[in-house]
């Protein structure tokens, strides 16, 4: 009970202007209190057509009152300050932004609660009352606030929008029906709207089916990614294993040819170095008997002479240096040895080379289960299976084009058309979209009639103003088009054209495989004949485009294939 009383005596001495607690308050004549800074700003935009007004009552005040600041008033607010909550009121009942702001509340505006058709007024829950009070608002409809309600008048007879042109697509008001209008066939936008409603619940279960299909082919996807990666990190892990132990064996191999080599090596200079001593203890052996011999010569003594000559004259037997020159001359050790491991060597890269390019394929090549494609159509019968009903968009058509039909065709015409202003309309480039998006496999066929026509798709957010290339089908990379030309077809696609076959007739049928990336446009007579193909890939859903020359009187209709 005490918050209560707390949130209503806040309530009376909060300004009515900023919603605060009153600062500096201050009491105008009329009896209403304002914060001093916010009653002065009232004023002084009031000065401008000599009058001050109170914000509530409306009583006017001449001369421009003089303010002192009330002390009760700020008694209470100090008051109020200490025993009561200390913030200002929330203010999530107050309009940010983002959010619809109530048309009645003075000062600062409180969230919308709801908005009123017939009003053309949005409302606070608290102004609202009278909608639900007064027998007066008893047929008024209300709906969730709209920030565009501005948008349901008619901009040239300032009449409710509450009127539908089938034929032309557009909201109107009742004067426009009887106008511009006459003879169309125009129903309620109530009924347009169930109508369309009972469309769009329609259509939900085919969006849901979709999604159902997509999310089924993402989680396999997911399983395939996953069976990609175990994959993938087995096969890494075997080779490595093998290689692994390729290079053990290399290893084993190589060690084994050394320590062959070394012992080799240890046995034949054993072996040199024997007969090395052997030579050497020779050489010392001879030169001490030639030094015995020549003293024997040098002797004078001939008895001496012929007593000692016998023991000197008999040389003991001595190594054979011939056989060991024949072995070491030319030096070729252990040349086998090298040459049975160049042979080896060169025999492994021969294998590598003549294998490595199976094992380099196999890997290239592994078959990944992504879900494929679907064949393409092959007779016309089978392309229309997937025709759709599109019609062109008024929102988006250049002022200078005319659309009939149900807006399916559309009419290059000399004098601009009376169109709403809309920020998707193309302000330079005599161009039109569809009002349908096209995802998935879609097919389409455009007659055409004067001097010639881009018949294209494009994304939505393509831009509209301007005479750039960003906004022209086929010149930037958000659009593909093919333009007819007497018997001249070029396709265009980011400001860069090429010259195809040329139309066999002046109907072109286009099919769209949206999640393949495919594009196809084709010439109809009796036959189909391809002009040009598109492969790549589509970041957003697509819309049928038209494009004209500035030549008046050409045309281009979607024909109906069902």
Known sequence: MSQKRVQLDREKISCPICSYLLKEPVTIPCGHSYCMGCIEAHWDEEEKR???????????????????????????????????PKDAPADHCFAGPEDVACDVCIGRKRKAHKSCQQCLVSYCEE???????????????????????????????????????????????????????????????EEERTERQRELEGSRPIIQQRIQDNEKDVKLLQQEVEAINGFADKAVEESEEMF?????????RRYFVRQQVRSQQKTEVSRAKG??????????????????????SDTEDHNQFLQDYPLLSVLSETTDSSSISNKICPPRYFEDATKAVSELRDKLLEVL???WT???????????LLPQPEPEPETRDEFIKYSRDITLDPNTAHTKLLLSDGNRKATLMTQHQPYFDHRDRFTDWSQVLSRESLTGRCYWEVEWKGKGVYVAVAYKNISKEGISGECGFGRNDKSWAVHCYKNICNFWHNNVGSLVMSPQSSRVGVYLDHRAGILSFYSISETMTLLHRVQTTFTQPLHVGLRFYWYSGSTAEICKLK
């Open 50 to 84: 000599k009058i001050h007004s109170c914000p509530q009552c409306k009583q006017t005040f001449t001369p421009r009152p003089v303010l002192e600041k009330s002390m009760v008033l700020s008694l209470l607010v100090e008051d109020l300050k200490k025993t009561g």
């Open 127 to 189: 102004d609202l009352h009278a909608h639900y009070e007064s027998p007066a608002f008893k047929k008024h409809k209300l709906m969730e606030p709209c920030k565009k309600l501005q948008d349901n008048f008619c901009a040239r007879h300032s009449e409710v929008r509450n009127i539908f042109c089938r034929t032309d697509q557009l909201s109107i008001c009742y004067l426009c029906a009887v106008d511009e209008h006459k003879g169309h066939d125009t129903v309620s936008a």
């Open 353 to 355: 080379k003549e294998n």
């Open 244 to 252: 692994i132990e390729l290079i053990r064996l290399m290893e084993k």
């Open 275 to 296: 007969l090395q001593e052997k030579l050497e203890q020779e050489i010392t052996e001879l030169k001490r008997k030639d030094d015995e011999r020549q003293k024997l």
């Open 358 to 368: 199976n094992v380099s394929q196999t890997v290239t090549e592994v078959d990944v």
